[in-house]
């Protein structure tokens, strides 16, 4: 019964119907939002990783194989977006000990033309790809899995990349000095 009621709300979801929309947020949000906060402390974010899955969700809706039930789905989606979560906030955290984190996070930068040119020296002096990478990321500010789709490779390739491209941006910053 219940596999029926999913199929056909798939099925109403796929065509765009908005009152399937309505009907799927209504039955599935109290259920992801409590699966989120298990794992998640505050209840803001929480609510907006909720916000994030059902958006995810709609988006690769046609991606759906139907090997699993929607919320089993959604739930992998949503631990997705909590992964981001979290390496967003080490990212935060850790670029405050990165120069270019400082140059991304400090808003009173003594001498802010020297140490952008200094930026961009080192930039110039990157790997193509590392600086275009960091450039998507931190001045573009898009996500690690919106690169991967740009670009057409795994986010988990696009993170060993980054990770190294950051590595290399801290060397090359250091010898500046």
């Not at 908005?18 to 998640?40: N, T």
């Not at 194989?65 to 990212?91: P, Q, V």
């Not at 919106?146 to 060397?171: C, N, P």
């Amino acid at each position: 019964m219940i596999e029926v009621m999913q199929k056909d709300l798939l099925t109403r979801l796929k065509l765009g119907e908005p009152r399937a929309v309505q009907e799927w947020y209504e039955e599935y949000s109290p259920r992801l939002l409590a699966y989120i906060s298990k794992k998640v402390s505050s209840q803001k974010d929480c609510e907006e990783i909720t916000q994030e899955v059902f958006l995810g969700s709609l988006k690769h809706l046609p991606l759906f194989r139907g090997g699993s039930s929607i919320f089993t789905w959604m739930c992998s989606i949503a631990r997705h977006e909590i992964a981001d979560y979290y390496r967003k906030l080490y990212a935060k955290k850790a670029l405050k000990y990165v120069p270019l984190g400082e140059m991304i996070l400090q808003e009173n930068i003594s001498d802010a033309h020297e140490s952008a040119e200094k930026v961009k020296e080192v930039l110039s002096q990157m790997k193509d790809e590392s600086k275009e990478l960091l450039l998507k990321k931190y001045v573009d500010c898009k996500k690690v899995t919106e690169i991967s789709i740009e670009l057409g490779r795994t986010t988990k390739s696009i993170e060993s990349d980054l990770f190294r491209a950051r590595k290399e941006f801290k060397k090359l910053y250091a010898l500046a000095v």
